[in-house]
Each structure stands twice: as C-alpha cells, then as structure tokens.
C-alpha cells in the first residue's frame, strides 16, 4: 500500500491533498497533524474528505515537538477515525517529562485504544556537536518501544545502514515513511537518491510487509505550485515502488 504524507504538499489544503493523491492513484493517506494546521487537527473535517474521495487515513502523524496532551489528542482523533497507526517524533533530549510518559504509558494507551503506536526513529542531530537531540533515538530505546515507523531518510543522518537497520528493526516495524537522500538532500523523491531503496523495496516485500509505505519529502520535490506537475511526480514514484513492491 502506497500512500502520501500530507507534509509532502503541506502549503495545499488538506482537499487538494486528497485530490492529488487519488488522481495520482494512491491507496490511502497519512495525516501530519500541524500545530499551525488547524484543518489536520479536525477529525470529523479529515472524515469528511476520506468518504468523499474514498481513500482511507492510514496513519496519523502527531506533532514533533508535540505534548502529552497533543499526543492524546490525536490518539482520539485516530479512534474517531478508525486509523489504526499513530506516529510520534522522539522526544527533545531534555524533554522528561514526555520521555518518561512514553516509557511508562504507551503500552496501556495502545490497549486501551486499541491503536498502534509508534516511534519515529529521528535525525541524528546533535547539541553543540555533542549530545544527541533527541532522546529514545537509538536502536535499543526504539526496541523497547515495541513499535516503529521506519523513516529512511532519517537512516543517512545518524549514518546507519538502512538495510542493516531494517532487519535489525523489522520485526517491529509497522509503518514506513518512505524517501531518499539526493545530493546530501533528505527527503528525496524515493525514485532518485543515494540510498539503496531498491533494495529495500525488495527486502520489504521479501518479509511479507502489511504496512504502508508513506511517501514523505519535500514539497519541492514534487514540484508543488504546478498541479500537473506535481501528479505527474506523484505517479512517477507509484511506478517506480510498483516495480519493487506490489
């Protein structure tokens, strides 16, 4: 299943998101809740266009730098939505308040709301060159998490082996964001890059992945301010994940 992060075309509205993803031919699309986006914030709203266009919201995307509350609110928001992924961004490294919470509470919320909750391995930014940015961003911590979006870009900045990290990964695995590294460039267009996607592609499906693959890159990529433009990008990755994946 092949579907669009609406960060991918964030400066469009939530329906032209939809429009393009269903002309494009995609299965489906992944929320980026934004603090700033109050359209990505309205469950009933986010309903409405996943029935007019019939295309199902197959993961919710929760704020990075998110809260406790914020958290919450869009583990409600995929209940009301029957959206069975919720994805968190690593918390700050100073951030123990949130760190501590995920540890202690996710397990039970995923129970209670019978959601899939997971972890978004991150960045490999550092403060002062030093300390990681990021807390709960190495292997170990997002083992213990039980649940992990994969997002390759994020691979080449920590300088991990995307191949290496997937099986290393791969059991827990539930949700990919799918993209590439060009010219230094993260997320990029997953067709033209560095890392080996084609491989990966092959080893995904070789280990019967269920999940989604989320099409997550810069709206540049996609040439975003030219509608045709932007559909025709959109169907050139369809064909080039089909050829690995379906």
């Known amino acids: 299943m092949l579907v669009l992060h609406t960060t991918s075309l964030h400066k469009y509205g939530l329906n032209r998101i939809f429009e393009f993803a269903k002309k494009a031919g995609y299965d489906g699309i992944e929320i980026g809740v934004e603090k700033s ?19 199902p919201v197959v993961a919710l995307h929760a704020p990075v730098n998110g809260s406790i509350k914020s958290i919450n609110h869009v583990v409600d928001m ?52 030093v300390l990681p940015e990021r807390a709960m961003n190495n292997l170990s911590d997002l083992k213990k998490f039980g649940m992990v979006t994969l997002d390759c870009s994020s691979t080449f900045s920590k300088r991990w082996d995307l191949i290496k990290t997937y099986k290393h990964l791969q059991p827990l695995i539930v949700h990919i964001h799918l993209s590439n590294v060009h010219r230094q460039k993260e997320y990029a267009l997953p067709n033209e890059g560095s890392l080996p996607i084609e491989n990966f592609l092959a080893k995904v499906k070789a280990n019967n992945y269920k999940g989604a693959l989320s099409l997550m890159v810069r709206p540049s990529e996609l040439e975003a301010g030219d509608d045709e433009r932007v559909i025709k990008s959109l169907k050139k990755v369809k064909e080039f994940v089909d050829e690995y994946f379906k």
Do not use: H
């Open 78 to 129: 995929a209940a009301y939505l029957k959206c069975p992924i919720v994805s968190i961004s690593t918390p700050k490294l100073f951030d123990f308040k949130l760190t501590n919470w995920l540890k202690k509470e996710a397990s039970a919320l995923r129970k209670k709301k019978d959601i899939q909750l997971t972890l978004i391995n991150a960045p490999g930014k550092t403060i002062l060159g």
């Open 37 to 55: 986006n109050y359209d990505t914030q309205n469950a009933e709203y986010i309903k409405d266009l996943s029935r007019e266009y019939k295309m």
